[in-house]
């Protein structure tokens, strides 16, 4: 024990073999690396100066010019960015069939208990997906005109929450 060296920072090393000194280019024809030092012959590569761009793709035409450019948020195709898109939560006329008795007060507050609406400031707009069959009084920001009808054929009403 007492004749191991110390371990610490100051006895620290690399792996052997792991750090391999740089290959000096141009020093002479014994050296392995001179003459052309290792750029091959002629040829744009070969010269001083040169540089290939990483995006370089032999002088194929590169990708960024090959795709299309559609700029704007009015084409679904076009950049991602997306400010006049607005977002809405779906409920469909037979989720709340399901979740609900005749005669109920549908509010925003109840669907969230009920498992539908859940996103806290994304309006809720009620579609036409399903049947109805039960009165019930819904509060929603937006219903299709299709939902709003079937909910008042069944004697119900479509409130809109501002």
Known sequence: MADEPRIGLHTLKPAPGSRKARKRVGRGE????????????KGAGSRSGSKTRSNFEGGQMPIHMRMRKLRGPHMKKSMPFEPFRTHTQVVNLQDLE????????????????????????????????????????????????????????AGGTAVVVD
Request: no cysteine; hydrophobic share 35%.
């Open 30 to 41: 014994g050296s392995g690396t001179g003459k052309t030092a290792g750029r091959g012959q």
């Open 98 to 153: 399901r979740r609900f008795e005749a005669g109920d007060e549908v509010t925003l507050d109840a669907l969230r208990a009920k498992g539908l609406g859940t996103r806290r400031d994304v309006p809720v707009k009620v579609l036409a997906k399903g049947t109805l069959s039960k009165k019930l009084t819904v509060h929603a920001h937006k219903f299709s005109g299709a939902a709003r009808e079937a909910i008042e054929t």
